[in-house]
Every structure is written in C-alpha cells, then in structure tokens.
C-alpha cells in the first residue's frame, strides 16, 4: 500500500483535458514540495513536475501541477496519443525521512 | 548532461546479496544525492535509499535492515547492496541523482531488471 493515494486509472480523448489526483498527509505533501514523473511503457520515470507546479525544460506546458494543502494534482489539456503513460506522483515525507511515491495512474488515451 | 547506468548481475540466489553499481557520466558525483528505486513487475515505484556525496544515508524503514548504499568518488560510482534477498526482491532497480527537496530526482538511469531465483 503506497503512502500517497491516486487513482489506479484515468483515460480521455485527444485534446480532452484529464486531472490526475494524488493524496497524502502533513508530514509528506502537507509540508514538502509534489513531484510528477511520467512512465512510457518500458521505460526509465521522467520527471515532468517540480516543487508542485514548476515544469523541467522540454516538458509542454499542456501540463501543469498545483497543490493545496495535502493533495495534489496533475492536469493534462489537449491530450495526445503519446500521453498514455503511467503517472506517479512523490514527496518527501518528514516522519519516515524517505520519498514516498503514490501506486501510479495508468492514462488511457482513447 | 549528466547520465546514469546501472550494472550488475541479473540473476541472484535466494538468501543471497544482490549488488548494484550506478555509474555516472557527464557531471561529478560530489555533489547532490543519489537515490536508488526499485520497480516489482506491473507494480509501482518503491524508493529503497540514497546517499549525499559526502557518505550520509537515508533508507527506506522497510528495507533499512537489508539495504547498504554507498559512494565511491574517485570511480565517479555509487552502489547498492541489498542481502538475504527472495523473491519479493525481483524487480527492475533505477539510480537516479537526487537533487534534494527542492527539485526531487531529476536523472534517472534506464534501469536494469534483477530476478532472484535459484
């Protein structure tokens, strides 16, 4: 069981808008920064959100992140085939003093 | 551009010691931590430990018993040391370098898949 809750699946059509959720408590996402990473099928994460709602260089800004209090979320707009990934999300957690990752949404691109 | 690649062997014996090199290129490991994380098969990411340049850890509580990272400066290499393993243990490991709270693990090595079976 992960410490950070999502939703197992979410799925859209092309150029649909998607929100992917991700839950946790005070002493992970309540008091750190929420990280995204984007998995494409076999392979390697990627990180595509940073400190809640910063985006590395290369990452479209078809998605963006917010957070507010201890939820998070990833939005995804004018969704595209190649979006269909898995989806974690992370933070720092203060009481284990480990990362601490959510079990991955799985985005269907329909 | 930094790059990491794990190396190792893919097959370990149960109750054996699985050993993991991450080897980076492209930047110097003394700066930052660098995380190891693993990936049971159709499971999620489940972070095991990293390690800051100067030698300090942290570990997951739940493999704190087993888990032993460390850093080799002058190799430019951290490894991964993880005993008594079973089954449960199989899975795909990453390295990643761990720039710390404020910007998360940013580079990540493709990953190498490590079966335990005898």
């Known amino acids: 069981q992960s410490v950070l809750t999502q939703p197992p699946s979410a799925s859209g059509t092309p150029g649909q808008r998607v929100t992917i959720s991700c839950s946790g408590s005070?002493?992970?996402?309540?008091?750190?920064?929420v990280y995204w990473y984007q998995q494409l099928p076999g392979s390697a994460p990627k990180l595509l959100m940073y400190?809640?709602?910063q985006r590395p260089s290369g990452v479209p800004d078809r998605f963006s992140g917010s957070k507010s209090g201890t939820s998070a979320s990833l939005a995804i707009s004018g969704l595209r085939s190649e979006d269909e990934a898995d989806y974690y999300c992370a933070a720092w957690d203060d009481s284990l003093r480990n990362w601490v990752f959510g079990g991955g949404t799985k985005l269907t691109v329909l | 551009q930094v790059q990491l690649q794990e190396s190792g062997p893919r097959l370990v014996k149960p109750s054996e010691t699985l050993s993991l090199i991450c080897s980076v290129s492209g930047g110097s490991i003394s700066t930052y931590y660098w995380s190891w994380t693993r990936q049971p098969p159709g499971k999620g990411l489940e972070w095991i430990g990293h390690?800051?340049?100067?030698?300090?850890?942290n570990y997951n509580p739940s493999l704190k018993s087993r888990v032993t990272i460390s850093v080799d400066t002058s190799k430019n290499q951290f490894s991964l040391k993880l005993s008594s393993v079973t089954a449960a243990d199989t899975a795909v490991y990453y390295c990643?370098?761990?720039?710390?709270?404020?910007?998360?693990?940013?580079?990540w090595g493709q990953g190498t898949t490590v079966t335990v079976s005898s």
């Open positions: 990643a370098r761990d720039v710390g709270t404020n910007y998360g693990m940013d580079v």
């Open positions: 390690i800051y340049y100067s030698g300090s850890t």
């Open positions: 400190r809640n709602d």
């Open positions: 005070s002493s992970n996402i309540g008091s750190n920064y």
